[in-house]
């Protein structure tokens, strides 16, 4: 096989030991990227880490009254730094299978695509040594409820189940989309709204078979400790799209009486802030 030119982009934040898990499944990767471009976000002093493939380091700091994470704004940013025509988008707690850049890039290669890994979410942390094996990581990993079956539909419009923890795309179509929209601060939605631009524009998203595996941290379910940004995100999406993202999570912010609201509406209305054991009390340690 030709080799192809792409770089691997990441994002992160307090994540030293998911970083490591994640550079060394880049490095047996069946093609390797010419890069891995790593932006991290609030994070001045991260740990060292090396990588058998150029690393190129950036940072981004939070704005004045930004709530949470710039995660649109360290995605752009790490594409705008890449070198390569074809990008790569891995979370950070994610680990690639060794064919899963081979897939992605054999996804636009056959035509102008999102395309998407499967991700299997790993059940406890991995000893060390425990992720330099797919078949390992398979037998200790199971797969999304949601999610487990999509590359059977192949090529297709279903962009409300896009996500940005694994997929790739071409430089020149990020831009042309517009790249992420920092108008979207901290968790939640900013990459349905890239998905819902790719198909405003007729792209369509492609998602592959070969697993992503996701690594384990304890979740918040829902994730009251995203609640602010969640709830302002979703205002915003709702306002461009005339739909509701994460339903799901407002569903359930709406039964706790945090919220007003009713997804036939056109609105949020909030009637109280989660208490700190509001918050604790939904940590969870399911896989996802």
């Not at 890994?117 to 390992?136: E, M, V």
């Amino acid at each position: 096989m030709e080799s192809r030119s792409f770089s691997v982009l990441v994002i992160a934040h307090g994540r030293a030991g998911h970083l490591r898990n994640l550079l060394a499944g880049v490095e047996r990767s069946a093609e390797l990227p010419g890069e891995v471009v790593l932006v991290y976000m609030n994070e001045p002093n991260p740990a060292p880490v090396s990588c058998c493939v150029p690393l190129r380091i950036h940072h981004v700091s939070s704005r004045p009254g930004e709530a949470g994470l710039p995660l649109a704004r360290a995605r752009n940013t790490a594409a705008r730094a890449a070198a390569g025509p074809n990008l790569v988008f891995l979370d950070v707690d994610c680990i690639p299978s060794a064919t899963l850049f081979t897939a992605l890039l054999d996804a636009i290669d056959a035509g102008p695509a999102l395309a998407m890994a499967t991700p299997r979410y790993l059940t406890a942390a991995l000893r060390d040594g425990a992720g330099d094996d797919d078949a390992a990581l398979l037998a200790a990993s199971v797969p999304h409820h949601a999610r487990w079956d999509l590359a059977a539909s192949g090529t297709g419009w279903r962009h409300e189940m896009f996500w940005s923890l694994g997929f790739s795309i071409e430089s020149e179509q990020f831009f042309h989309l517009g790249g992420f929209d920092e108008g979207y601060s901290g968790y939640g939605a900013e990459d349905t709204d890239f998905a819902f631009k790719a198909r405003e524009r007729l792209v369509p998203v492609r998602f592959v078979p070969e697993p992503l595996f996701h690594q384990h941290h304890g979740v918040h379910k829902p994730p009251l400790n995203h609640f602010e940004a969640i709830i302002a995100n979703a205002r915003k999406f709702y306002a461009r799209w005339g739909t509701w993202p994460m339903e799901g999570w407002l569903g359930a912010f709406a039964e706790r009486g945090l919220i007003q609201w009713d997804p036939a509406g056109s609105g949020i209305g909030v009637q109280r802030m989660p208490t700190t054991a509001e918050v604790a009390a939904t940590r969870s340690n399911d896989p996802y």
